[in-house]
């Protein structure tokens, strides 16, 4: 199979070796000859930021930035901790000018080298369906619109009869009889089945020629994860749980997040308080309470007050239900504060107590829990991490507004709860501040894949997305 940046090892290896050159360099020129051990500590925290921050929701190409400026995040993240090894070796060669010399320079090489690797993969992978017409024409539709196009859907193998007459879909290949001849006449990189049973005859099928045929296997909801970030309930089963209950009980990771928590809190908290100060002026004018308290759920379904600032009429607040971007019941001053997230600032409060987290998926009330743990399959599993002021499905998705785009959220929160990591909350907080600055989480919105779809009231389907059938 040929390779492709950023998932094999010669890419990593070679960003290894610019970055730690490029440290060291662009040290030894404004610093003048660093001692070896703060070189060595320098090139580690990039280089290990910028590798953070590839897994898992850089390499799937569903964030709505430039791919060329991903590479850049590592060494931005990376400088305060430059900063505060800096202030603790009280080192002559270490200073906030050294420091962001090193770290400009490091970007530049990234971006060189990545351009570089870039040039040897492929335009797009190579995809083949084990499956239906309809499963290989929905999943093409779906890629089409990722703004990396990296994947191209060439059609399907299916062993029943081909439809007669030109059709506008997919085109049939071939049967499983002929799966190895296919995926050598069509330079196939990728099998996405769409059943247990599809799986089981591919497998079948390659292991035959299991010298010659390499092309990897993936399973529908698999692929889906991948590509979309997001998970698609209805085509996982409760195994899927073996995935999701390990990564939530290190304690070491719990202890780093907690710590990682407090330290953004506060260090929020300093530009926070004028800002509420002013809010808080504005509200009271509009005669009402400035907080706005109310019950969600939170970590292990454990209830507890959310902190907001009100901005909404008193009357209208308590109702539990879906917010929208022009909801009615939004004051003026509260409209503003809702468009750049100021009225969420208070939830710092909860994220000190231990209520929240920075990052994480965000709390429901009670009666909304209740109504789509009943209609969305694990829906539950949210509740598995802390709540957070922001996260994977606000930056992808925005206000749910209804059970159908509770359904999507719910699917990123399920990714997130899979996939959380310090590389993946740093890129969250990265996006989150791209959409205060621009306001781009709406528009954002319709780049996504057709998963915003109508669904059933018990969605069987995930809206986009073809219910997987039995064998």
Same mark, same amino acid.
């Given at each position: 199979?040929?390779?492709?940046?950023?998932?094999?090892?010669?890419?990593?290896?070679?960003?290894?070796?610019?970055?730690?050159?490029?440290?060291? /360099? *662009?040290?030894?020129?404004?610093?003048?000859?660093?001692?070896?051990?703060?070189?060595?500590?320098?090139?580690?925290?990039?280089?290990?930021?910028?590798?953070?921050?590839?897994?898992?929701?850089?390499?799937?190409?569903?964030?709505?930035?430039?791919?060329?400026?991903?590479?850049?995040?590592?060494?931005?993240? =990376?400088?305060?901790?430059?900063?505060?090894?800096?202030?603790?070796?009280?080192?002559?060669?270490?200073?906030?000018?050294?420091?962001? #010399?090193?770290?400009?320079?490091?970007? *530049?090489?990234?971006?060189?080298?990545?351009?570089?690797?870039?040039?040897?993969?492929? *335009?797009?992978?190579? #995809?083949?369906?084990?499956?239906?017409?309809?499963?290989?024409?929905?999943?093409?539709?779906?890629?089409?619109?990722?703004?990396?196009?990296?994947?191209?859907?060439?059609?399907?193998?299916?062993?029943?009869?081909?439809?007669?007459?030109?059709?506008?879909?997919?085109?049939?290949?071939?049967?499983?009889?002929?799966?190895?001849?296919?995926?050598?006449?069509?330079?196939?990189?990728?099998? /996405?089945?769409?059943?247990?049973?599809?799986?089981?005859?591919?497998?079948?099928?390659?292991?035959?020629?299991?010298?010659?045929?390499?092309?990897?296997?993936?399973?529908?909801? @698999?692929? /889906? !994860?991948?590509?979309?970030?997001?998970?698609?309930?209805?085509?996982?089963?409760?195994?899927?749980?073996?995935?999701?209950?390990?990564?939530?009980?290190?304690?070491? @990771?719990?202890? =780093?997040?907690?710590?990682?928590?407090?330290?953004?809190?506060?260090?929020?908290?300093?530009?926070?308080?004028?800002?509420?100060?002013?809010?808080?002026?504005?509200?009271?004018?509009?005669?009402?309470?400035?907080?706005?308290?109310?019950?969600?759920?939170?970590?292990?379904?454990?209830?507890?007050? #959310?902190?907001?600032?009100?901005?909404?009429?008193?009357?209208?607040?308590?109702?539990?239900?879906?917010? =929208?971007?022009?909801?009615?019941?939004?004051?003026?001053?509260?409209?503003?504060?809702?468009?750049?997230?100021?009225?969420?600032?208070?939830?710092?409060?909860?994220?000190?107590?231990?209520?929240?987290?920075?990052?994480?998926?965000?709390?429901?009330?009670?009666?909304?829990?209740?109504?789509?743990?009943?209609? #969305?399959?694990?829906?539950?599993?949210?509740?598995?991490?802390?709540?957070?002021?922001?996260?994977?499905?606000?930056?992808?998705?925005?206000? @749910?507004?209804?059970?159908?785009?509770?359904?999507?959220?719910?699917?990123?929160?399920?990714?997130?709860?899979?996939?959380?990591?310090?590389?993946?909350?740093?890129?969250?907080?990265? !996006?989150?501040?791209?959409?205060?600055?621009?306001?781009?989480?709406?528009?954002?919105?319709?780049?996504?894949?057709?998963?915003?779809?109508?669904?059933?009231?018990?969605?069987?389907?995930?809206?986009?997305?073809?219910?997987?059938?039995?064998?």
């Amino acid at each position: 199979m040929r390779a492709r940046f950023p998932y094999f090892p010669a890419g990593r290896a070679a960003l290894a070796a610019s970055t730690t050159a490029t440290v060291s /360099v *662009a040290l030894s020129l404004t610093a003048g000859a660093p001692r070896p051990a703060e070189t060595w500590v320098i090139g580690g925290v990039v280089l290990g930021s910028c590798l953070a921050v590839r897994r898992p929701a850089a390499r799937a190409g569903f964030l709505p930035m430039s791919a060329a400026l991903r590479p850049a995040i590592g060494p931005l993240i =990376a400088l305060p901790v430059l900063a505060a090894i800096a202030a603790a070796t009280d080192s002559t060669a270490l200073s906030w000018r050294h420091l962001l #010399i090193a770290v400009a320079v490091s970007v *530049a090489a990234l971006l060189l080298t990545r351009a570089r690797l870039s040039g040897r993969r492929p *335009a797009s992978t190579r #995809i083949v369906v084990v499956g239906d017409e309809r499963t290989a024409a929905t999943l093409r539709e779906q890629l089409s619109r990722l703004p990396s196009r990296r994947y191209t859907v060439l059609g399907y193998i299916d062993d029943g009869s081909p439809r007669p007459g030109p059709h506008a879909g997919p085109a049939r290949l071939g049967d499983h009889a002929r799966l190895t001849d296919v995926v050598a006449a069509h330079a196939v990189d990728l099998l /996405v089945v769409s059943s247990e049973t599809a799986y089981r005859l591919t497998c079948d099928e390659l292991a035959r020629d299991y010298l010659t045929m390499d092309v990897p296997v993936r399973r529908l909801a @698999a692929f /889906v !994860e991948e590509a979309f970030g997001l998970v698609a309930v209805n085509l996982i089963d409760s195994s899927w749980l073996q995935y999701v209950v390990p990564s939530t009980q290190r304690y070491a @990771a719990s202890v =780093a997040r907690r710590a990682f928590d407090i330290a953004v809190a506060l260090l929020a908290a300093i530009p926070a308080v004028p800002v509420l100060l002013v809010c808080a002026v504005l509200i009271k004018l509009d005669h009402g309470p400035v907080l706005y308290r109310q019950q969600r759920v939170g970590y292990r379904g454990t209830s507890f007050q #959310i902190l907001k600032m009100r901005s909404m009429r008193v009357a209208d607040g308590a109702a539990e239900q879906w917010s =929208a971007r022009d909801d009615p019941r939004v004051t003026a001053i509260g409209r503003l504060m809702r468009r750049t997230h100021i009225d969420e600032l208070p939830q710092i409060i909860n994220v000190l107590r231990g209520d929240m987290s920075i990052v994480g998926p965000r709390p429901e009330q009670p009666l909304l829990v209740r109504r789509l743990d009943a209609r #969305i399959p694990f829906y539950g599993l949210r509740h598995v991490v802390k709540p957070g002021i922001t996260g994977w499905a606000q930056v992808r998705c925005g206000y @749910a507004g209804s059970e159908a785009g509770s359904v999507l959220k719910a699917s990123c929160d399920l990714y997130y709860v899979r996939h959380h990591s310090f590389g993946l909350d740093c890129l969250i907080l990265f !996006e989150t501040l791209r959409t205060l600055v621009f306001d781009q989480q709406w528009q954002g919105a319709g780049r996504q894949p057709a998963f915003d779809r109508p669904v059933d009231p018990i969605p069987r389907e995930v809206p986009g997305i073809p219910a997987q059938r039995s064998a």
